[in-house]
C-alpha cells in the first residue's frame, strides 16, 4: 500500500522560503512521478511541481516563474520529495498537497492531469502574509 507522508508548511511574510517535503513508500518499482499540488479557497486545485525520478526530469506551474525547485532523495524504498519555495508571495497561500503517480500513469496526458494521481497526502497549510 503506497502511503504519502508530508512535513513542512507554516505561515511566512512574502518574500520569504519555507520547505516541503513529502515521503512515499509501498511502491513496488523505483521510477514514479512525485510532486505538489496546490488549493486555494474557492479554487480548483493546480499543479505546483512534478518530478519523475526515472529521468530527473522536472516540470513547474507557469505561475512559479524560477521561484521553487523540486528536487528528489531515494533511500532503500522509500523517495521523498522536496519543494523549496522562495520568493513567496501572498497569492502562494493555499493548501498544498503531495501527490504520486506511476511511471505508465500520466502517458498520453500533461504532467498536472490531477486524475491521474491515485495517492495523495493529507495536504499542509501554506499562508504568505503581506
Known amino acids: 500500500q503506497v502511503q504519502l507522508v508530508e512535513s513542512g508548511g507554516g505561515s511566512v511574510q512574502a518574500g520569504g522560503s519555507l520547505r516541503l517535503s513529502c515521503t512515499t513508500s509501498?511502491?513496488?518499482?523505483?521510477?514514479?512521478?512525485m510532486g505538489w499540488f496546490r488549493q486555494a479557497p474557492g479554487k480548483e486545485r493546480e499543479g505546483v511541481a512534478l518530478i519523475y525520478t526515472g529521468a530527473n526530469s522536472a516540470y513547474y506551474g507557469d505561475f512559479v516563474k524560477g521561484r521553487f525547485t523540486i528536487s528528489y532523495a531515494e533511500e532503500g524504498a522509500r523517495t521523498t520529495v522536496y519543494l523549496q519555495m522562495d520568493g513567496l508571495e501572498p497569492e502562494d497561500t493555499a493548501v498544498y498537497y503531495c501527490?504520486?503517480?506511476?511511471?505508465?500513469?500520466?502517458?498520453?496526458?500533461?504532467?498536472?492531469?490531477?486524475?491521474?494521481?491515485?495517492?495523495w497526502g493529507q495536504g499542509t497549510q501554506v499562508t504568505v502574509s503581506s
Open positions: 509501498g511502491y513496488s518499482y523505483s521510477s514514479k512521478y
Open positions: 501527490a504520486a503517480a506511476g511511471r505508465d500513469d500520466l502517458r498520453g496526458t500533461t504532467w498536472n492531469n490531477l486524475r491521474r494521481f491515485k495517492n
